[in-house]
């Protein structure tokens, strides 16, 4: 992988311009970092406010190495497939990742991989910030700190050790790929919309290029964090209600987030079932854990403080009542919105077209 500093100036080298020129395809494959605004450390300092605040983890959490970006630092990654590679290839990657997802079906009380997959590729996507094109699932920056040690990625080791006898196998896949195509498979082989998907991700092991801390969502708080959150990596409220409709799948680890349970009996199913029980009755649960909520009906499932927020903001609310009444509707925006996700701050050359991933269930017909 080749990589560079840019100047501001320096936008007329031929690797600047080859990165701001999508139509011509990078073999190489390369990051760039524009540098606008020289040093302005206060910039991140104003921000470590919110790590401490939020997860009780220090800004480079305890890596010595870590360094943040230089305030005014713009990020250009370019997609690039290996030679020789295909839609076959990705098409048997897929296949061999949903054969484990299949075989460990039973793992974590029932929830199986789906959960686990799905927010892996979520949260290594979802550091994105458009305003300087920084964070995102390009680099599989999350095996480094301070990403690794965010108390909001607590537990996704597993799904990176799950995935990593792939990484072995495929050594030319990369993480960002391999975690975006594994949240492909989950979302698709428990009877989720088919995901468009793009290759060419590209390893960085440069720890200037791992995000800070405090870009995740915080689920203690309310409607208007949500909307900085999703807006921050360009998301409109209809498609950041989209998204969180994959609360659907998977539960809570008081071991990794101190929140507990899943949303639903149908947790190891894609569906609209997280908006239809959304607008049930829902009570504050009495326990010493974090405050959560617990449905009237069962006392089984349960709501993120987050998740009420969408049922509380009018603007929220309106995509919950259509996605509550309309499955179909939903699976659209959400295969929208979650490959929009995926896809956060990569520049693809502009011929490439998205692969749609047949499931094991359907190649069987074939
Ligand atoms: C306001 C936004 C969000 C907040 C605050 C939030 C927070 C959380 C928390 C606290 C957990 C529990 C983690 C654990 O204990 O293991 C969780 C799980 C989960 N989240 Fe979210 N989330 C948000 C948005 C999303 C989005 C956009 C997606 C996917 C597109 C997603 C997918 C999932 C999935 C599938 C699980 C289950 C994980 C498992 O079973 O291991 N979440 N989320």
């Given at each position: 992988m080749s990589s560079?500093?840019?100047?501001?100036?320096?936008?007329?080298?031929?690797?600047?311009?080859?990165?701001?020129?999508?139509?011509?395809?990078?073999r190489t494959g390369a990051y760039f970092l524009v540098l606008g605004g020289g040093l302005a450390a206060g910039y991140y300092a104003h921000e470590s406010g919110k790590w401490d605040q939020k997860s009780g983890n220090s800004g480079s959490g305890g890596n010595s190495n870590w360094k943040p970006l230089l305030a005014g630092t713009t990020v250009i990654n370019?997609?690039?497939?290996?030679?020789?590679?295909?839609?076959?290839?990705?098409?048997?990657?897929?296949?061999?990742?949903?054969?484990?997802?299949?075989e460990e079906e039973d793992a974590d009380d029932g929830a199986g991989r789906y959960g686990l997959l799905t927010r892996l590729a979520w949260h290594n996507s979802g550091t994105y910030k458009k305003s300087d094109n920084t964070g995102g699932s390009y680099g599989g920056t999350m095996i480094y700190k301070p990403e690794e040690t965010d108390g909001e990625n607590?537990?996704?080791?597993?799904?990176?050790?799950?995935?990593?006898?792939?990484?072995?196998?495929?050594?030319?896949?990369?993480?960002?790929?391999?975690?975006?195509?594994?949240?492909?498979?989950?979302?698709?082989?428990?009877?989720?919309?088919?995901?468009?998907?793009?290759p060419g991700r590209e390893d960085i092991d440069d720890q200037q290029r791992v995000p800070e801390n405090g870009r995740l969502p915080n689920a203690h708080l309310g409607a208007p964090h949500v909307r900085d959150v999703f807006s921050r990596m360009g998301f409109t409220d209809q498609e950041?209600?989209?998204?969180?409709?994959?609360?659907?799948?998977?539960?809570?680890?008081?071991?990794?987030?101190?929140?507990?349970?899943?949303?639903?009996?149908?947790f190891n199913m894609f569906t609209n079932d997280f908006f239809v029980r959304l607008l049930q009755n829902w009570h504050i649960r009495k326990w010493d854990g974090n405050k959560q909520y617990e449905d009237d009906e069962s006392n089984s499932f349960m709501m993120l403080p987050t998740d009420m927020a969408l049922k509380e903001d009018g603007n929220f609310l309106k995509y919950v009542k259509q996605y509550a009444e309309d499955q179909d509707l939903f699976?659209?925006?959400?295969?929208?919105?979650?490959?929009?996700?995926?896809?956060?701050?990569?520049?693809?050359?502009?011929?490439?077209?998205?692969?749609?991933?047949k499931t094991l269930e359907e190649q069987e017909d074939d």
């Amino acid at each position: 992988m080749s990589s560079g500093y840019i100047s501001g100036k320096a936008f007329k080298s031929a690797r600047g311009l080859r990165a701001f020129n999508a139509s011509s395809r990078s073999r190489t494959g390369a990051y760039f970092l524009v540098l606008g605004g020289g040093l302005a450390a206060g910039y991140y300092a104003h921000e470590s406010g919110k790590w401490d605040q939020k997860s009780g983890n220090s800004g480079s959490g305890g890596n010595s190495n870590w360094k943040p970006l230089l305030a005014g630092t713009t990020v250009i990654n370019t997609a690039s497939i290996p030679k020789s590679k295909g839609f076959k290839d990705y098409q048997e990657v897929y296949n061999e990742i949903a054969e484990k997802v299949h075989e460990e079906e039973d793992a974590d009380d029932g929830a199986g991989r789906y959960g686990l997959l799905t927010r892996l590729a979520w949260h290594n996507s979802g550091t994105y910030k458009k305003s300087d094109n920084t964070g995102g699932s390009y680099g599989g920056t999350m095996i480094y700190k301070p990403e690794e040690t965010d108390g909001e990625n607590a537990g996704l080791s597993i799904g990176r050790e799950f995935l990593s006898e792939f990484k072995e196998k495929y050594p030319w896949l990369s993480r960002g790929d391999l975690w975006t195509l594994a949240g492909v498979v989950a979302v698709q082989e428990c009877g989720g919309p088919k995901i468009k998907w793009r290759p060419g991700r590209e390893d960085i092991d440069d720890q200037q290029r791992v995000p800070e801390n405090g870009r995740l969502p915080n689920a203690h708080l309310g409607a208007p964090h949500v909307r900085d959150v999703f807006s921050r990596m360009g998301f409109t409220d209809q498609e950041t209600v989209a998204l969180i409709g994959a609360h659907a799948l998977g539960k809570c680890h008081t071991d990794r987030s101190g929140y507990d349970g899943p949303w639903g009996p149908s947790f190891n199913m894609f569906t609209n079932d997280f908006f239809v029980r959304l607008l049930q009755n829902w009570h504050i649960r009495k326990w010493d854990g974090n405050k959560q909520y617990e449905d009237d009906e069962s006392n089984s499932f349960m709501m993120l403080p987050t998740d009420m927020a969408l049922k509380e903001d009018g603007n929220f609310l309106k995509y919950v009542k259509q996605y509550a009444e309309d499955q179909d509707l939903f699976f659209e925006d959400f295969a929208n919105a979650f490959s929009k996700l995926l896809e956060l701050g990569i520049t693809f050359p502009k011929d490439s077209k998205p692969f749609m991933f047949k499931t094991l269930e359907e190649q069987e017909d074939d």
